[in-house]
């Protein structure tokens, strides 16, 4: 396994969670990487995508100002912290990495992980 998804879990409405994602060492290196999503019986959307260079972040429009993507490179880890958390965002959360073209398209990522569940209570 390249990439380890982890931090989800139930949280009501309102709350907080901040996701991580762990990966192996020439996964991450210089890999641009981004989270998506996908609730039952939706496409995996795009969430959030961070530059490896620069740190440049980019936000789908129904997360902006209220999740932040970040990442660690020396730890070869990638965050979502997720604020405000809304009903709507129940999903498995996937990290992916390495995009080629654009990068709010899911089949262009050459890496993903095996997800994690976010669940947000009424």
């Known amino acids: 396994v390249q990439l380890q998804a982890s931090g989800g879990g139930l949280v009501q409405a309102g709350g907080s969670l901040r996701l991580s994602c762990a990966a192996a060492g020439r996964t991450f290196d210089r890999a641009n990487m981004a989270w998506f999503r996908q609730a039952p019986g939706k496409e995996r959307e795009f969430v959030a995508h961070v530059t490896w260079r620069s740190g440049t972040t980019y936000y789908a429009d129904s997360v902006k100002d209220r999740f932040t993507i970040s990442r660690d490179n020396a730890k070869n880890t990638m965050y979502l912290q997720m604020n405000s958390l809304k009903p709507e965002d129940t999903a498995i959360y996937y990290c992916?990495?390495?995009?080629?073209?654009?990068?709010?398209?899911?089949?262009?990522?050459?890496?993903w992980g095996q997800g994690t569940q976010v669940t947000v209570s009424s």
């Open positions: 992916g990495a390495r995009p080629r073209g654009e990068v709010t398209v899911a089949a262009n990522y050459a890496y």
